[in-house]
């Protein structure tokens, strides 16, 4: 197993200081520049130590919130790809069917590969809602453009033969011949994100590394749309490096001072969600059946503890979160085994994206956390056997 | 009745794509092109109008249950659409209406001919971009919460307040899907085509503007500089109404077309 070290680098200083919103609305002039730069100098010593501790590196980026710094990925990229040496960087995501070039964004991605010499990891996403109001594109047909703008800058990273011309649905080019181009041969590993079984089946017909978040264990059947596809696609089926999932971990040698951790880190769900109603599910996100029927007040339960009851995860309560695997907290044995037997569940999960900081922990906290993690659990993981694929798989062909 | 609709389903093909569309009461043609709450809140006033004449009210594609084809995602597809729909029924001596988005499209239908059209009713119209670029003419609706929209929409938010949890699944869907459309024609640039303006002194039949005067979207101010870059067009507001003045008030509604058909 890979375990890559994530955080939404927060502005927490402002977190209870808002009028109901952390995002879109909440006014700049509570961002105190100097504590901003304090908190960014930080979170990046903190990824630096991942490097040196053994652990791999997740970034993303969110627009015009408190609850995420990180506002252009590729800055983050920038700085860890000249800084660190041994880590992956995987970028998820990058939010391309937000972007209105992505002539830059293929450029941006092939340069981040090259410095940091062939160790990017390439995450594609659509974006939550509220990205909308800031970015300002048009909520219909994002995904369109997301596809469009995938199949551009492969293309543009896998052209070496002189210029492309390029006269889409949304993007226009003719002169295409990025430099420089990209480390990793074909292309840097593609991965995305999802929470439906939808697009999970179109994932998996690409064989990309699917990531999900907060679906604790209603987890497998996400997997299983994905490995229906991929087997029949590819003949085989898929291994656990496919799969990943994001999971806010708190280690410590004793289980109260992991619980202080894990509530600290947890901050993180108890904020994510506080935004502006009217930012919260834009015209077109959406299906209009599933709008139809959130207007009719049925909201799909997104998250399952173990024993298959639901969950809030933005207001659940420690244990809760724990029975439905979005928080692994406790000692490094207990922590251990939550997680294995969370990948048993999913039948396999080969990349733990692990949110190791969260809100208000410490810089101390967050060291001791990782360290820890990455001293008797990590190694423990990484010659864990995962549950057989083709076993995993049989249930699906079906 | 027209020839070529399927009035049992109330629904006609417009080169390949299908759309709702009803039709209500004989005598002189309006083509009544709803606002971007849809149609089912206009019927009243489709009911007034048909008393003394014969209206036909297409649902736009992507609204309702008509077809979203692919590739249309502006209003002035939406207005090639209707130039052939006109061409199709070949209706003559029209009479246009449109309401708030309907008005719109009727905007971008007669800058580009009114070889078709008799004359034109639009009631607080958008489609244009009237302040400077850092003053919002339009209210950004999207960044409303449902009540907050009702209070500014409306002269009497009830007038637009729905229960959708008992409403039919049909009704809730045809919401959703009408601010999908909306989404999809209107989002960026919010509510008008910065080209339109400029293309307003083609029309050359007689123009009324209807002005709901509690609209709070979009206010008066806007209606009457639209109002002023169409040569001749009269300006008329209407009181107890809001954004939707043929929803809140559709026989004032209906009168005031009736009288400017009559008069012109």
Redesign the interface.
Known sequence: MRVYQFSEQAYYPTWNDHSGSLRVILPNRKCDPRVAADLFHRYYDEYQACDDIGLDIMLNEHHQSATCMSSAVVVGLSVLARATHKARLLVLGYPIGHRPDPLRVAEELATIDVISRGRLDMGFIKGIPYEIAASNRNPVELMERFWEAHDFILKAMTTHDGTFNWEGEYFHYRQVNIWPRPWQQPHPPMWSTTGSTAQARMLGERGYVMATLGTGYGTRKIYDAYRKTYLAKFGRAPTADRFAYLGLVAVAKDKEEARRRGHLIAGYLRTSSIVHLPFRNPPGYLPAEDNARLMRGETPPRSFTKDGRTINMHAAAMEDLIDAGILFCGTPDEVYGQIVAFCEHCGGMGNLLMMGHGGELTHAQTIDNLTLFAAEVLPRLKTYRQPDAEAAAAGVAA | MLQRTDAASGSLAVEGTRIDLIERGEGRPILFLHAENGLEPAIAAIDELAKSAHVIAPTHPGFGRSDMPN?M?TVDDLSYFYLDLLDQLDLRDVTMIGVAFGAWIAAEIAVKTTARLARLALANAVGIKVGDRETRDIVDV????EPEYLEIAYCDPNAGRRD??SLP?AH??A???A??A???FA??PYFHNPRLKSRLHRIRVPTLFLWGAHDRMVGEAYGRAYCAMIPGARFETMERAGHFPHQEQPGMFADKVSRFMEEN
């Open positions: 590739g995602r999207f960044a409303l919460t959708y949890r699944e809730v869907l919401a959703a899907r601010r999908e909306t989404a999809r989002w960026s």
